[in-house]
């Protein structure tokens, strides 16, 4: 599956933005897909992640409340609405995707475990 994030952006703090993520090149809903990002001079980091066909979903618990992953699987899209952001979400953001399955779904919080990555898209948060 190939990815193509998209949707960043420079916003105030306390604003929103919805990313978007592009799938194309296998069957989209079979993959467990994800939301991770990486602050500048820090290493990258889950933010979310739904299974196939969107039975379920994980949060960074920091993010909880705040941030929304959701697919739609017959249009091959992945999304992420971000609300109430904060000068610390400034990051580039990246859509993964991997057949994760039951199996391997309690690690979906790991990038380790996503073959397929997006591009990354920027979001800057100023205050």
């Known amino acids: 599956v190939q990815l193509q994030a998209c949707g960043g952006g420079q916003v105030q703090a306390g604003g929103s933005l919805r990313l978007s993520c592009a799938a194309s090149?296998?069957?989209?809903?079979?993959?467990?897909v994800g939301w991770f990002r990486q602050l500048p001079g820090k290493e990258r980091e889950f933010v979310a992640a739904?299974?196939?066909?969107?039975?379920?979903?994980y949060y960074a618990d920091s993010l909880k409340g705040r941030f929304t992953i959701s697919r739609d699987d017959e249009k091959n899209m992945l999304y992420l609405e971000m609300n109430n952001l904060k000068p610390e979400d400034t990051a580039v953001y990246y859509c993964?995707?991997?057949?994760?399955?039951?199996?391997?779904?309690?690690?979906?919080?790991?990038?380790?475990?996503?073959?397929?990555w997006g591009q990354g898209t920027q979001v800057t948060v100023s205050s």
């Open positions: 090149g296998s069957t989209f809903s079979t993959y467990s």
């Open positions: 739904i299974s196939w066909k969107g039975g379920r979903t």
């Open positions: 993964a995707a991997d057949r994760l399955g039951p199996s391997r779904w309690g690690s979906s919080y790991d990038d380790q475990e996503y073959e397929f």
